[in-house]
């Protein structure tokens, strides 16, 4: 499972030029460069992720980030409280596929059991 972290880390930060880094803590988040500073600091975006995890919850938190990742490169749709559900399910959903994409496999099973406690997780957020 690091191999496959540490593979996927690397494929991510090549291909979206977004820098992978570890925090402090179970979080773990996406931010986006601001727009004006894309071109001055050559990369899009920062990824954390939070050390305090399990290698598995490592991998989904970066699949998940990246996720939104892809989607912030290509929509300015959010920005809308009520927005955050579907972009939440679309950040699991395009992660996913990226990996899948690019040769690293994730346990589709277990994979499934965190994106549903996540998103019942957002949903009480927002209540
Ligand atoms: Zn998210």
């Known amino acids: 499972l690091r191999e496959k ?5 690397k494929l991510i930060e090549e291909d979206l030029e977004v ?3 570890f925090i402090n803590g179970d979080n773990s988040y996406w931010t986006p460069t601001p ?3 894309v071109e001055e600091l ?3 975006g920062i990824i954390d992720i939070g050390d305090d995890q399990t290698d ?4 989904v938190s970066l699949v998940h980030e990246v996720g939104h990742a892809l989607f912030s490169s290509s ?3 959010k920005n809308h409280k009520r927005i955050l559900l579907f972009e939440e399910s679309l950040a699991w959903y395009l992660g996913y596929n990226y990996a899948l994409q690019v040769g690293v496999e994730i346990d589709l099973k277990e994979y499934a059991d965190c994106v549903e ?7 009480k957020e927002l209540k």
Request: aromatic residues 10%.
């Open 5 to 9: 972290f540490a593979l996927l880390a």
């Open 35 to 37: 727009l004006d500073e």
């Open 19 to 21: 820098s992978v880094e």
């Open 42 to 44: 050559g990369i899009k």
């Open 56 to 59: 598995f919850q490592k991998i």
């Open 117 to 123: 406690r996540a998103l019942k997780l957002y949903a």
């Open 75 to 77: 929509s300015n749709i």
